[in-house]
């Protein structure tokens, strides 16, 4: 799934022109869903954490599965394809999730910054 800002060289971590039609421009909205969306990320970042140290596979599953879809709904395109990954895989071991995880926190900073920088805007 290729995102259209990474095809014309200016990549963002959020599709902001894939939301905006969704929410059909409602800014309001918007803010409200960024607020739902890095609350949400951040406890399913504490759930996979949880998971990776109990070696829970069901619970790496759920996870990362929910962040995926909420991530996609944003439109933060390549943060979900990680997830996805992540979801497929439940069954990697230690170390392999614990890269996974770093991967994901570093790309969820990326959509993080970017939702800021966008509510600074308005």
Do not use: C
């Amino acid at each position: 799934m290729e995102n259209n800002n990474a095809a014309n060289g200016d990549k963002k971590a959020i599709d902001v022109e894939f939301l905006r039609s969704i929410i059909e421009n409602d800014f309001e909205f918007e803010k409200e869903l960024f607020e739902i969306f890095t609350d949400n990320a951040q406890r399913n970042i504490e759930k996979m954490e949880d998971a990776v140290k109990n070696s829970n596979d069901n619970s790496w599953y759920m996870a990362s599965h929910a962040f995926k879809g909420a991530a996609a709904s944003i439109g933060a395109f390549d943060l979900s394809k990680i997830l996805e990954y992540a979801q497929k895989h439940p069954e990697e071991n230690y170390e392999q999730k614990t890269e996974l995880l770093k991967k994901i926190k570093d790309e969820l900073a990326l959509v993080i910054k970017f939702i800021n920088e966008e509510m600074m805007k308005k």
